[in-house]
């Protein structure tokens, strides 16, 4: 009778196993599939090379723009920093000069240099030509220094370089764990997509409508006191 029992037991037991084998291996199938979609584009399977290792990765490429390789990738997102960074700026620096730059110029007693709606020159605006040459002298040599300060940077740190070093940090704001170090970088890289489809907004808006960006939307740059 016992032996019947336990005969029985063993029996349920390995009916049991192998359903239990099978439920693991479908678990890791499907966490392997969703690992393989895109994060920012569920529906999409992520491009290979983005595989979140990088700060602000989310597997967003549907035009697959980051090449083919590990170094047209860390080109891409060298590109992505500088852009980032001088939208940052832009983004800035653009409503600013629609605030400010006729005050300062009246009372300094030179030309503005917005157009005559007041806005901030650029290529759609027009308004380049009242820019004076120092000025861009003085932006390209900024670029020249930027960039070899760049590259020196990524010859001396080699393996242990980080996309978009250029040596520039006179607060020391930038952590020295790993943790850190990703966090901030992943900051930046966010605060300057957000920066560059605010400059594009800008530029945009303004074309369309022919007035500044400080008059259209004037809730975001004048005081409501």
Not at 43 to 49: H, Q
Not at 92 to 117: C, H, N, R, Y
Not at 180 to 207: C, D, N, P, S, W
């Amino acid at each position: 009778m016992k032996l019947a029992l336990i005969s029985t037991l063993a029996t349920t037991a390995a009916a049991f196993a192998p359903a239990k084998v099978s439920q693991q291996q479908s678990t890791s199938t499907a966490l392997k599939a969703e690992k393989d979609m895109s994060q920012a584009l569920p529906f999409l399977p992520r491009p290979k090379l983005l595989d979140g290792s990088l700060p602000g990765d989310v597997g967003f490429d549907p035009f697959n723009l980051s090449g083919g390789d590990k170094a047209s990738l860390m080109n891409m997102r060298e590109a992505e920093l500088k852009h980032a960074r001088l939208a940052m700026l832009a983004a800035v620096g653009w409503p600013l000069a629609e605030l400010f730059d006729g005050k300062i110029a009246t009372a300094l007693g030179l030309q503005s240099a917005l157009t005559s709606t007041g806005a901030s020159p650029s290529l759609l605006n027009g308004g380049l030509d009242k820019i004076e040459p120092d000025y861009w002298v003085i932006v390209a040599s900024i670029a020249g220094l930027a960039e070899l300060s760049s590259k020196e940077t990524k010859e001396e740190k080699g393996k242990n370089y980080i996309a978009g070093d250029c040596g520039f940090d006179p607060l020391g704001l930038f952590p020295q764990d790993k943790e850190g170090m990703m966090a901030m970088q992943t900051k930046e890289i966010k605060h300057g997509r957000i920066a560059m489809m605010a400059v594009l907004g800008y530029a945009a808006q303004e074309a369309l409508y022919r007035s500044p960006v400080t008059d259209e939307t004037p809730m975001f740059f004048k005081s409501i006191l």
